[in-house]
């Protein structure tokens, strides 16, 4: 396995997510995952959405995303032909021997060669038309939504592709909170949707908890990063909360954190501070 599927497997495997598990959180087939950590690069889409595949597993394993995004593999160049060697200088005597027997055989081909035919060229036949390509650019009303095209992730709005093979293609948008939007659209020429979307009805919503607990674990989102807490043998909770989340839990609990420096932890009211240093993966016990 190369080194870049290698990270992602190890990755993966540390946080405790199965292929299927990772594939619903990121809203992709699970076949992208298996050839991103197999390094089967021709069987994913088109580079810029690969890239953009690669970026988003990443980001949800804790990873930085830009050494990885090193390790894929650029399209292939092709390299200049090699320079035709030289041959060496034959002696003079060959060499006036060769040009006597060279001038000879050409007088006796002049005289003795048949009366030549006419060759008609055959012309090639044309090659196929390379298949046109278009740029889409997509608009929300609110902004922020996610695009997909043909199931796959493309970005969030407002988003301009890169130029994309044409034809009908399946184009849904989708933002919390509101009703997906999606339709088939002809993408013949360079394209341009503004899609309003249309808000869902709203539940009242709970009360605020208080951000400080007496008997309680609190867990503040001051960066992103991916977290597990477990109760003994039971799994409380696992993700990658919103930034300004407050996760409340009763002791006593075990928390893994992906990035410690974005987590303030809070216990039984008291301020305790960042989880640990930004970037490093860190599990601590609260008895």
């Not at 002049?110 to 008609?120: D, G, H, I």
């Not at 199931?151 to 994309?164: A, E, I, K, N």
């Not at 341009?192 to 007496?214: D, H, K, Y």
């Amino acid at each position: 396995m190369c080194e870049l599927g290698e990270r992602l497997r190890r990755a993966r495997e540390e946080r405790g997510l199965s292929l299927k598990e990772a594939a619903e959180r990121l809203s992709l087939k699970v076949g992208v995952l298996e050839a991103l950590e197999a390094c089967r690069f021709a069987e994913l889409p088109e580079p810029a959405l690969a890239r953009g595949y690669l970026r988003r597993y990443a980001r949800l394993l804790g990873l930085d995303p830009e050494p990885l995004l090193a390790l894929y593999p650029k399209a292939p160049t092709l390299e200049p032909p090699p320079p035709p060697q030289r041959r060496g200088r034959p002696w003079a005597l060959w060499l006036f021997l060769l040009l006597g027997l060279g001038a000879l055989g050409y007088g006796a081909y002049l005289l003795l060669r048949p009366a030549p035919t006419q060759v008609v060229a055959v012309p090639e036949p044309p090659k196929p038309p390379e298949p046109l390509r278009y740029t889409l650019r997509v608009g929300s009303e609110p902004p922020g939504a996610r695009v997909y095209l043909d199931g796959f992730y493309l970005g969030q709005t407002p988003l301009v592709t890169p130029p994309l093979e044409g034809g009908r293609r399946v184009l849904r948008v989708e933002l919390p909170g509101y009703a997906p939007w999606e339709e088939e659209i002809a993408l013949d020429r360079h394209l341009s949707l503004n899609v309003r979307l249309t808000p869902l009805p709203q539940a009242p919503s709970p009360a605020p908890a208080p951000s400080a607990q007496a008997g309680k674990l609190v867990l503040r989102l001051e960066g992103r990063s991916w977290l597990r807490v477990t109760q003994g043998e039971k799994r409380l909770y696992e993700g990658i909360p919103e930034v300004g989340t407050e996760l409340s839990f009763d002791l006593p609990v075990e928390v893994r954190a992906g990035n410690p420096g974005g987590v303030r932890v809070l216990l039984d009211g008291k301020d305790l501070g960042l989880m640990g240093e930004p970037g490093k993966p860190l599990t601590r016990s609260f008895p």
